[in-house]
Nanobody, 121 residues
Framework: VQLQASGGGLVQAGGSLRLSCAASVRSFSTYAMGWFRQAPGKEREFVASISRGGGSTDYADSVKGRFTISRDSAKNTVYLQMNGLKPEDTAVYYC???????????????WGQGTLVTVSS
């Protein structure tokens, strides 16, 4: 499984960005998908996840109500819509794939390269 994240950039506080993660895999619908982030000097942390079928999602408390994860099985792509961005959202964002059925914060088997999101105050 190869994952290619894109959509990062520089945005002002309060702005929006949409990240995309394209999966090169024949059976995209058999993977739960997740987004993680790592800020400078900090450990990588969970952001959001979505189940195989897209019916179940999970969010970190810090992004709940501002970020939305979704997936398009026809395009083998998972998205992270980020609204109301804050400077503390600045990080490298990574997408990941898990063989688990449900949305999960753990147990990811494949990781993509990161895409940098910078939020200016």
């Amino acid at each position: 499984v190869q994952l290619q994240a894109s959509g990062g950039g520089l945005v002002q506080a309060g702005g929006s960005l949409r990240l995309s993660c394209a999966a090169s895999v024949r059976s995209f619908s058999t993977y739960a998908m997740g987004w993680f982030r790592q800020a400078p000097g900090k450990e990588r942390e969970f952001v959001a996840s979505i189940s195989r079928g897209g019916g179940s999602t999970d969010y970190a408390d810090s992004v709940k109500g501002r970020f939305t994860i979704s997936r398009d099985s026809a395009k083998n792509t998972v998205y992270l819509q980020m609204n109301g961005l804050k400077p503390e959202d600045t990080a490298v964002y990574y997408c990941a794939a898990s063989r688990k059925l449900m949305a999960t914060r753990y147990g990811y088997d494949f990781w993509g390269q990161g895409t940098l999101v910078t939020v200016s105050s």
